[in-house]
């Protein structure tokens, strides 16, 4: 399934849960139906400080069919470190990032090699 499009309601909800979890940064796993994302999986284990915020892989539950991922840089840096591409590799199709000032403007959508990938934004 090629995800074409992000639901407003959650693109909204990563938006507060980076704002809410700030200064620390906040990372979960995307769920997408009929390619557009509309599900936030938050993970048991993850880890998260001022400047990273890690799943443990293991902690997936199998046969999840996942989108890929959605996290925050409070720095308001909104481009991929080296450690998030390592991330992206290992999972899903898009990863989000979000950032300061956490509004409609401050997000990014990536694709697992870190190039920018364009998502709309639907009702």
Not at 5 to 29: C, H, Q, W, Y
Not at 78 to 100: K, M, N, R, W, Y
């Amino acid at each position: 399934m090629q995800v074409r499009a992000i639901d407003r309601e959650t693109l909204n909800l990563l938006l507060e849960m980076g704002k809410s979890s700030s200064p620390n940064e906040f990372i979960v796993m995307l769920g997408a139906e009929k390619g557009v994302i509309n599900t936030v999986y938050p993970i048991a284990g993850t880890r998260v400080s001022n400047d990273s915020a890690n799943i443990f892989m293991d902690m997936i539950p199998l046969g999840m069919s996942l989108a890929g991922t959605a996290h925050s840089h409070p720095n308001g840096c909104i481009c991929p470190s080296d450690a998030d591409l390592s991330t992206f590799a290992e999972t899903g199709q898009v990863h989000i990032i979000v950032g300061e000032p956490f509004d409609e403007y401050s997000w990014k959508a990536f694709d697992r090699e870190g190039g920018i990938k364009k998502l709309e934004v639907v009702e």
